[in-house]
């Protein structure tokens, strides 16, 4: 009856639905040194846990004291970054003067253009104000 027992915690525990009392009776089984043969292949493994579970790290580990290499690092990054945003921010508002500037320029020109254009109009205007002065005082 213990066998048929193991045997199915066995399978219990292959498909990870056993509990932690039923590990632990398997484990106590499989120390025993009587154990059937069709079973001997589990034994290393659950002998393997039980050692597993005893055994500790007791060597010291060496800590190193910390450097604040990390606090330089990130003085650092924060004072490229601002220096990359200052100097960039007078780049970009250089390059929006400039546009601005040639925009204007553009302006005026076409300005200048149309305002040509329209003194040649203002001198024909004038001739007609003459002859109109002329029929006006002849009459």
């Known amino acids: 009856m213990e066998l048929d027992n193991i045997?199915?915690?066995?399978?219990?525990y292959f498909e990870a639905t056993t509990t932690v009392a039923e590990e632990k009776t398997l484990q106590a089984y499989?120390?025993?040194e009587s154990?059937?043969?069709?079973?001997?292949?589990?034994?290393?493994?659950?002998?393997?846990?039980?050692?597993?579970?005893?055994?500790?790290?007791?060597?010291?580990?060496?800590?190193?004291?910390?450097?604040?290499?990390?606090?330089w690092i990130s003085v650092a990054a924060v004072a490229v970054l601002s220096f990359g945003i200052y100097f960039g921010n007078q780049y970009q508002e250089k390059r929006q003067a400039e546009y601005a500037y040639q925009e204007t320029k553009k302006a005026f020109e076409l300005l200048a253009e149309n305002f040509g254009k329209g003194t040649e109009k203002v001198a024909y205007l004038q001739e007609f104000e003459v002859a109109k002065q002329k029929i006006y005082n002849n009459n």
């Open 30 to 32: 499989f120390s025993q």
């Open 7 to 12: 045997e199915k915690l066995l399978e219990k």
């Open 35 to 71: 154990v059937p043969t069709h079973l001997k292949q589990y034994k290393p493994m659950f002998n393997y846990f039980s050692n597993a579970k005893e055994e500790r790290y007791t060597k010291q580990v060496p800590l190193k004291p910390r450097k604040d290499f990390y606090k």
